[in-house]
């Protein structure tokens, strides 16, 4: 199995563009999270779905953000416009139901710089 | 609301020697318990976890971790440490009710010398 993918694996742009992030999760799994990481926040959630469909977005810091799911294979994460304080890794993780201590697997991130 | 503290922000030991990297947790209901590692411009590639049962939990490249109810701590242990085994180390929480997503701690570097 290749793992999760996400592309691009490192973005460079400007304040004010608009920046889309893409994660393919492993094949066959239900859960799709979306991960954001910075040395002063560390590891925290922006959005999970399930079966395709948002189910926690409480940690999408503003209208900004957006993510999508379009079917089971792909998900975006679009943050329009982007900001400097936007500049972070960005991880996709999926998991396959199975009682509640099923594994996230995380894909390699996206290193964003909003400049 | 679920939370993770990781106290040391840096354990550095000595090759062959045993590491501990700790953990304490908060959660509701009962925990679901992870440790990740995170090598340099990489993702967290997932170690070992406990959902129930036996309290010592082994898991990748010969880490294990110790499940403790009382203290609500879940300690990361290896009996000798390698060169390569430095890097940083996340340990993460969710209960088993509700919210799927981990809350994260803020991680544990852990530098290993020859």
């Known amino acids: 199995d290749a793992g999760v993918i996400q592309s691009p694996r490192h973005e460079v742009t400007e304040m004010g563009q608009e920046v889309t992030l893409r994660c393919k999760p492993i094949?066959?799994?239900?859960?799709l999270f979306w991960y954001r990481q910075t040395m002063m926040r560390g590891l925290e959630l922006l959005i999970y779905?399930?079966?395709?469909?948002?189910?926690?977005d409480s940690g999408m810091p503003e209208d900004r953000f957006s993510a999508k799911m379009p079917n089971a294979s792909f998900s975006t994460l679009k943050i329009q416009p982007s900001e400097p304080r936007d500049s972070a890794v960005y991880f996709c993780?999926?998991?396959?139901?199975?009682?509640?201590?099923?594994?996230?697997?995380f894909g390699p991130g996206t290193r964003l710089l909003v400049l | 609301a679920q939370s993770v503290a990781q106290p040391e922000d840096q354990v550095n030991v000595a090759e062959g020697n045993p590491l501990t990297v700790k953990c304490t947790y908060s959660?509701?209901?009962?925990?679901?318990l992870f440790w990740y590692v995170q090598y340099p411009n990489r993702g967290l590639q997932f170690l070992l976890k406990?959902?129930?049962?036996?309290?010592l939990v082994k898991g990748s490249y010969g880490f294990e971790a110790e499940f403790n109810k009382s203290q609500t701590s879940f300690h990361l242990k290896k009996p000798s440490a390698l060169v390569s085994d430095s890097a940083l180390y996340f340990c993460?929480?969710?209960?088993?009710?509700?919210?799927?997503?981990?809350?994260f701690g803020s991680g544990t570097r852990l530098q290993v010398q020859p």
């Open positions: 993780a999926s998991s396959l139901a199975g009682g509640g201590g099923e594994t996230q697997y």
């Open positions: 406990y959902i129930t049962g036996d309290n």
């Open positions: 779905f399930n079966n395709n469909v948002p189910i926690d």
């Open positions: 993460a929480v969710r209960g088993d009710t509700g919210r799927r997503a981990l809350t």
């Open positions: 094949s066959g799994h239900d859960y």
């Open positions: 959660v509701s209901g009962n925990p679901y």
